[in-house]
């Protein structure tokens, strides 16, 4: 009786059911069947929507989201890429490294790695495709460098955690900060040792003069005022996640206008988007809600944390099989609907194993950030491919190799766990 709500979930979404109809569905189902009556069912929808959206919290979502749309709109992206590349364009490889350097930096201003993806397959890869990159190298960094706004603040997908496990959104963005670096290291390592191996794969390019490359570094300084501002504010705490989404949507507005790169019709647009995307994210939230409800009434957390603790199996085990758990399911969810929907059984079991849900946090999106770039699925590749057109497979060859610094940032925060810890256990 139990598990018939996850099997009608399950088969919803292989049917192509809209995940929060899938979710509120199976949720429905689930209250009816533990409590019998459908009065219950129908107070629970009357009262539960409402009460789902109407918390300050998750006002953060627009306020990040406007920020990554108004940073899109006003071609700071474009002016990263270009930075990096001036400095980095007669290394063997250095385009590569460039625009992992682009999408860094432009997830410390949007935290939606769809989005980077789609903006930086639009900008980066023709460029490298110019200097005769392979479309394997070319597309492979594109991916794999869009999952870096996963970790790095502001990030959707830590805030949609800290507010469905009632974590400090604000340790858990900074926590994103080191691993996120990490990541770019070892990406920019790969993709050198890559072209040391595959030399045809990356030609040299002309070094520009010294002029060039001073005038890109002053062409930046707009998107380097944003991430100070976003990254000071969190880290200091003197304001909250949603006042520094309000700060850094306004700060990106103003940066556009005074730039001349924000039209009327690009603020129209940024916002209509936003409306889509943060409705979208909240009716999610709600089916998430309403299946939780049922999760909570039928006690299925509180009876896998006891079925594990009866099994005495090391917690790292345990940890382990939810991390190979995450990974393949990201495959063929996005990472805000991933989320809602398994942290209601993963929480409670990695905090009852003594877990630190900061670090867990950090980890569930190292795993999200591998299977967004991973056939058979992986929406990153989709986006990169269908932006860039670059056929899918050569996408995936590219991310696959590069994936090899993902992998190593997560073994080495399993080991150390304080590559995660360190930096918020120094905010006030």
Known sequence: MVALPFLAMLIALLLGV???????????????????????????????????????????????????????????????????????????????????????IFGAMSGASVAAASVMAAIAYPEMRRHGYSEELAAGTVGIGATLDVLIPPSLGMVIYGIATQTSIGKLLIAGVVPGIIVGFFL????????????????????????????????????????????????????????VGAIGSFTAMIIGLALHRLPRAGIVEAIKLTLQTSAMIFIIIIGANIFGNYMALSQVPQKVVTIVADMNLNRW??????????????????????????????????????????????????????????????????????????????????????MIAIVITTVLMMIFPEIALWLPSTMH
């Open 317 to 402: 085990v345990v940890i382990v099989g939810i991390v190979v758990t995450y990974f393949v399911i990201s495959m063929f969810m996005d990472e805000i609907p991933l989320l809602l929907l398994t942290l209601q059984l993963t929480f409670p079991l990695i905090t009852a194993l003594g877990f630190d849900p900061v670090w867990f946090g950090v980890l569930s999106m190292m795993m999200m950030t591998m299977g967004m770039v991973f056939p058979p699925v992986g929406i990153i590749a989709f986006v990169v491919s269908a932006t860039a057109k670059v056929d899918l497979v050569k996408v995936y060859t590219g991310t696959s190799i590069l």
């Open 188 to 243: 920019a390592l790969a993709i050198f040792i890559w072209v040391v191996f595959r030399p045809q794969d990356a030609p040299v390019a002309q070094r520009l003069p010294w002029r060039q490359r001073v005038d890109s570094v002053y062409r930046i300084w707009p998107s380097l005022l944003l991430i100070l501002i976003v990254l000071a504010l969190l880290y200091t705490g003197i304001a909250t996640p949603t006042e």
């Open 18 to 104: 809209p995940i929060a109809i899938s979710l509120a569905g199976a949720g429905i189902l689930g209250i009816y069947l533990v409590t019998g009556s459908w009065n219950t069912v129908l107070s629970n929808l009357a009262l539960m929507p409402f009460g789902t959206v109407a918390q300050y919290t998750l006002s953060t979502i627009p306020m990040f989201v406007l920020m990554a749309y108004f940073s899109a709109s006003g071609g700071l992206a474009r002016d990263l890429f270009n930075a990096g590349a001036s400095w980095l364009s007669h290394i063997r490889g250095g385009l590569g490294i460039a625009t992992v350097f682009a999408c860094g």
